[in-house]
């Protein structure tokens, strides 16, 4: 991940998500979406203590604040951005991320019903944003739909225990229930990245508000990663580094303030 440097202190950018997140603390997130902004630049206001995003409306006048810009980024991370909206290297890119389209085609057919798929390992499900669940593809008449708040909510991404013999995701706290080899533990981003149209449709708003930050996709693959059995549910989905970022070692110019 590509990473700036804010009041001394460096941010990854995870530019599919559109946050910046602190590489002290992977808990302190900076929300793109949530910013000012300008042609080529954002702007916010920082607890210059905690490195804490201010809310608009909350800073007063108190010293611990202070106003701050960062490049958009398409200028920070020109490779993510490409990657992420499914732009050809030899297209030019947009000097300014709110000039950023989703594809026309992929919003068409997900305004028309088409839901984004999920692929976890051979295994696909359904989401959909309107309603707030995941369901397998194929139905099975011993398990059905999943909703969102079932799931475990960490950050800005869910998480739960997925058996990948049977294909099923298992909710519940008892370990005689998720022991066994065939368990995985599997992230997957949370409901605006998942289904930006079907989010929108829930709260009231209309189809393309989100897409600009979070282009639809047609398929979403999930992270899987093997579980441990020696610690509670909530312990094992908590600690798993799944998204951990990885600063990029190309030789680019620095971005900061």
């Known amino acids: 991940?590509?990473?700036?440097?804010?009041?001394?202190?460096?941010?990854?950018?995870?530019?599919?998500?559109?946050?910046?997140?602190?590489?002290?603390?992977?808990?302190?997130?900076?929300?793109?979406?949530?910013?000012?902004?300008?042609?080529?630049?954002y702007w916010f206001t920082i607890n210059q203590v905690t490195k804490r995003f201010v809310t608009q409306g909350m800073e007063g006048e108190d010293a611990l604040f202070k106003k701050v810009e960062i490049p958009h980024m398409v200028a920070v991370d020109p490779e993510g951005i490409r990657k992420k909206y499914n732009i050809s290297p030899g297209t030019p890119l947009p000097g300014s991320d709110y000039l950023l389209e989703c594809d026309k085609k992929h919003f068409a057919q997900r305004v028309h019903g088409q839901l984004p798929i999920i692929n976890i390992g051979p295994w696909k499900y359904a989401a959909e944003g309107r309603v707030e669940q995941i369901r397998p593809v194929i139905a099975d008449r011993n398990w059905g739909p999943v909703r969102y708040d079932q799931l475990t909510k960490i950050n800005d991404e869910y998480r739960f225990l997925f058996n990948m013999k049977q294909g099923r995701i298992i909710i519940g706290e008892s370990k005689a229930v998720y022991a066994g080899n065939d368990m995985m533990i599997v992230a997957l981003p949370d409901a605006i990245h998942l289904d930006p149209v079907g989010y929108a449709r829930k709260h009231g708003d209309k189809d393309d508000l989100y897409i600009n930050y979070f282009p639809v996709r047609p398929e979403i693959d999930a992270k899987i990663l093997k579980m441990s059995h020696n610690k509670s549910l909530f312990q094992v989905l908590r600690d798993a580094n799944l998204f951990r970022p990885k600063e990029s070692h190309k030789k680019t110019k620095k971005q900061g303030l």
């Not at 530019?15 to 910013?35: C, G, H, Q, W």
């Open 1 to 41: 991940m590509k990473s700036i440097e804010i009041e001394g202190r460096k941010f990854f950018l995870d530019t599919d998500k559109a946050v910046l997140l602190d590489s002290t603390d992977f808990n302190n997130r900076l929300p793109i979406m949530e910013m000012n902004g300008q042609d080529d630049k």
